[in-house]
Nanobody, 115 residues
Framework: QVQLVESGGGLVQPGGSLRLSCVAS????????MGWYRQGPGKQRDLVAT???????HYPDSVKGRFTISKDNAKSTVYLQMNSLKPEDTAVYLC?????????WGQGTHVTVSS
């Protein structure tokens, strides 16, 4: 069982930046993919960013050009750099990993974008 712990959320003004981190309890080199979802108030859970084992990344249009996902295998950590934040980015951000087709989730970290 993989355990994930997110950090880095908080309150930020529109146009600001945050960097989220997700530390896994095991080595991440062999994971099929890692990434982030978010769930805003009263909304469904949406994919924010994915990075595969070989380092390929994917973003939905809503965050493309503003968010960047990266990983550090040595630290078993995946990051989400979020720039030019908008109020509509307000959500709980959840880290996930996909291992042998099985998803594992973190508890989430809150991001609030407000002036």
């Amino acid at each position: 069982q993989v355990q994930l712990v997110e950090s880095g959320g908080g309150l930020v003004q529109p146009g600001g930046s945050l960097r989220l981190s997700c530390v896994a309890s095991t080595i991440i080199d062999s994971f099929d993919a890692m990434g982030w979802y978010r769930q805003g108030p009263g909304k469904q859970r949406d994919l924010v960013a994915t990075i595969t084992r070989d380092g390929s990344t994917h973003y939905p249009d809503s965050v493309k050009g503003r968010f960047t996902i990266s990983k550090d295998n040595a630290k078993s950590t995946v990051y989400l750099q979020m720039n030019s934040l908008k109020p509509e980015d307000t959500a709980v951000y959840l880290c996930y990993v996909l291992e042998l087709g099985i998803p594992y989730w973190g508890q989430g970290t809150h991001v609030t974008v407000s002036s």
